[in-house]
C-alpha cells in the first residue's frame, strides 16, 4: 500500500521567506508523488511531479521538491513567499497504475504581509 | 490541457431529497473517472472508480446505495448523493485520467450542503 503523510497541518511564514511543506510517503514500489495547490473556493492545481526521473522537480509558481528515496521524504519548498501562495497543499501519491491518487491531509499555508 | 467540469458548482438541497453531481471531460474520452470527497479544512478521500459500461468500485466504507454512480458515456460520469441528510454535506471533486502515465484532470467540485 502507498501513502503519504503531511507532518504540518499549518505553515505560516512572512511574505519574503523561504516555504518548506514537508511530505513523508511510504510505498512498496519507486513511488509517482505530487504537490497539489487548492486555494479557497477553488479547484485542485498541479505543481508539481515526480515520476522518476530527475530527484529535484521543478514546479510552477517558483516551487520546487526533491524526492529523496533515503529519507522517504518528497518535501516542497520556495525561495521567497508571495501573499498569493497562500492557500491549502496537498501531497499526494498515484498507485501503480497511475490512476488512482491518495492525498495527504493538506497543509494550511498563511502568508503574513 | 484537458479539461475536466462539473456540474452543479454549488447545491442546496433539503434533508431527504436526492441529488445529482455531474462530470464530464470536455475535449478527451474518459473510461474511468474517480470521485472525491473532501470534508471542511480536510484531505480528499477517495470514494469511488467509475467505469464506463460496467459497475462503478466503492472504496471500503463507502455505501453504495447512498452514492449512486453512473459512467453512461465516454465523457459523463455521475454521482447521485440518495436520500441526502446534513452529514452528506461536503466538496464532491471528480478526476478523469489523461493519456500519459499519472495524469490526472480534477474537477473545480461541486459544493452540497443538505439542510
Known amino acids: 500500500a502507498q501513502s503519504v503523510t503531511q507532518l504540518d497541518s499549518h505553515v505560516s511564514v512572512s511574505e519574503g521567506t523561504p516555504v518548506l511543506l514537508r511530505c513523508n510517503y511510504s510505498s512498496s514500489y519507486s513511488p509517482s508523488l505530487f504537490w497539489y495547490v487548492q486555494h479557497p473556493n477553488k479547484g485542485l492545481q498541479l505543481l508539481l511531479k515526480y515520476t522518476s526521473a530527475a530527484t529535484l522537480v521543478k514546479g510552477i509558481n517558483g516551487f520546487e521538491a526533491e524526492f529523496k528515496k533515503s529519507e522517504t521524504s518528497f518535501h516542497l519548498t520556495k525561495p521567497s513567499a508571495h501573499m498569493s501562495d497562500a492557500a491549502e497543499y496537498f501531497c499526494?501519491?498515484?498507485?501503480?497504475?497511475?490512476?488512482?491518487?491518495?492525498f495527504g491531509t493538506g497543509t494550511s499555508l498563511t502568508v503574513i504581509p | 490541457g484537458a479539461v475536466v467540469s462539473q456540474h452543479p458548482s454549488r447545491v442546496i438541497c433539503k434533508s431527504g431529497t436526492s441529488v445529482k453531481i455531474e462530470c464530464r471531460s470536455l475535449?478527451?474520452?474518459?473510461?474511468?473517472m474517480f470521485w472525491y470527497r473532501q470534508f471542511p479544512k480536510q484531505s480528499l478521500m477517495l470514494m469511488a472508480t467509475?467505469?464506463?459500461?460496467?459497475?462503478?468500485?466503492?472504496e471500503q466504507g463507502v455505501e453504495k446505495d447512498k452514492f449512486l454512480i453512473n459512467h453512461a458515456s465516454l465523457t459523463l460520469s455521475t454521482l447521485t448523493v440518495t436520500s441526502a441528510h446534513p452529514e452528506d454535506s461536503s466538496f464532491y471533486i471528480c478526476?478523469?485520467?489523461?493519456?500519459?502515465?499519472?495524469?490526472?484532470?480534477f474537477g473545480p467540485g461541486t459544493r452540497l450542503t443538505v439542510l
Open positions: 478526476s478523469a485520467p489523461g493519456l500519459l502515465y499519472n495524469e490526472q484532470f
Open positions: 467509475s467505469n464506463e459500461g460496467s459497475k462503478a468500485t466503492y
Open positions: 475535449d478527451f474520452q474518459a473510461t474511468t
Open positions: 499526494v501519491v498515484s498507485d501503480k497504475t497511475g490512476n488512482q491518487f491518495y
